[in-house]
């Protein structure tokens, strides 16, 4: 039976409210501590050094959260996330201070939240501005030794691309959403690593569509949003394939769920599941950076300059994605700075990110490849010839 929790809210939250530490104690008086009661669900994280603490009631999300993270009790507490299901009178509202590294989630019990603005944003945050560490919202395979980092819009061919290299016999997985490097000295170092904080994969289930071979290992792995009723299939592309001929229904086949019917269906993957844990490395030598678009009538790849891989990444153009936004914005173009959904103040992080992809791209070479007008396996070995002429 699949293991799958379907949320109230499938997507980001619309009301995001910046607090001040006066109004924190205020939310925390008035309604948090009315939930802090035994059976409260509580743990901490270790990101990087970073103490991270969640308390909540709800344990779908605690239960994803705990499997997310490499947990620790040692390590000091700099940031904490709370998360309440069941406050009557309140919409889903997200409340973050930045004084105190504090956000509180009410009513919202979409996981991706959690990870994204209350755990990865605000320790990121903590990372970059005092110890040097740049957060990169994007995925990282090792090859021989070699560290690729892929940036690039949802629906581009992120995942699928760092998969390719994965696969390939001397392809090892580091994560598929998010990247530390480390400036620590201020300096970019002759040979930057990469690393990542996360001991597991949240991914879209529709990469099952890709890679067929993964369905038995999202059965046995807890899920969230899976559709299990033709009825709230939400993928009008897949439902054109199916009424065309082109592929067939996962129902038609007799399968009870399908993984691709709802664009922001997720689950999460311990690394080591996939193909073993000789499969996954924690840490890389950084050795190239790939920005993916979808944009027909652009080349089909381009070598950028420092200066405008970092224009490329600031202006962050991309399609909003079924389940990536409002609904109402489905399939518009929209824009995400530094393709970056994470962190609550814009502005601080403009030039945090610009400095330190400064000092990345003044060592680490930048291509840009446009999945639009070439295949899958074209985009790879362009990848692959790239990543053969660095050093």
Not at 221 to 245: F, T
């Amino acid at each position: 039976m699949l293991n799958n929790y379907i949320t109230r809210e499938k997507s980001r939250v619309k009301f995001n409210k910046i607090i001040n530490g006066y109004q924190l104690d205020k939310i925390l008086d008035n309604i948090v501590n009315d939930f802090l009661r035994p059976d409260v669900y509580r743990a901490k994280a270790n990101l990087n050094g970073i103490g991270v603490e969640f308390i909540t009631n709800n344990l779908h999300q605690f239960d994803f959260w705990t499997s997310n993270w490499w947990l620790s009790k040692d390590v000091q507490t700099r940031v904490f996330l709370y998360s309440l299901d069941g406050v009557e009178d309140i919409e889903p509202t997200i409340y973050y201070c930045k004084e105190r590294h504090t956000s509180i989630f009410i009513n919202y019990d979409y996981y991706g939240q959690c990870k994204s603005r209350g755990t990865l944003g605000p320790s990121s945050s903590i990372l970059a501005e005092e110890f040097g560490v740049h957060s990169i919202h994007g995925a990282c395979a090792d090859i021989k030794g070699k560290g690729v980092v892929i940036i690039a819009p949802t629906g581009t061919g992120k995942t699928t691309q760092s998969f390719k290299l994965f696969l390939r016999p001397d392809g090892r997985i580091l994560g598929d959403d998010w990247v530390y490097v480390n400036f620590r000295d201020g300096n970019p170092k002759p040979l930057l690593e990469a690393t990542q904080p996360e001991k597991s994969l949240y991914m879209r289930t529709e990469n099952e569509k890709d890679f067929p071979w993964l369905r038995p290992i999202f059965d046995a792995c807890m899920c969230e949003n899976v559709v299990i009723d033709r009825k709230d299939c939400e993928n009008p592309l897949c439902s054109e394939e199916c009424k065309n001929g082109k592929r067939k229904c996962a129902f038609d086949q007799g399968k009870k769920w399908c993984y691709y019917a709802f664009g922001n269906s997720r689950v999460m993957v311990p690394r080591e599941k996939l193909l073993g844990r000789k499969k996954v490395v924690d840490k890389t030598r950084l050795s190239l950076v790939v920005l993916l678009e979808r944009v027909p009538g652009n080349p089909a790849q381009v070598i950028l300059k420092p200066d405008e891989a970092i224009e490329v990444l600031r202006k962050g153009e991309l399609m909003i994605r079924p389940g990536a936004g409002p609904k109402e914005m489905w399939g518009k173009m929209g824009a995400e700075p530094w393709y970056n959904p994470y962190p609550y103040q814009i502005d601080l992080d403009e030039k945090l990110q610009e400095h330190y992809f400064s000092l990345l791209f003044s060592k680490i070479p930048c291509i840009k490849l446009n999945t639009a007008v070439q295949t899958i396996e074209e985009t790879h070995k362009n990848i692959l010839r790239a990543l053969k002429k660095c050093s």
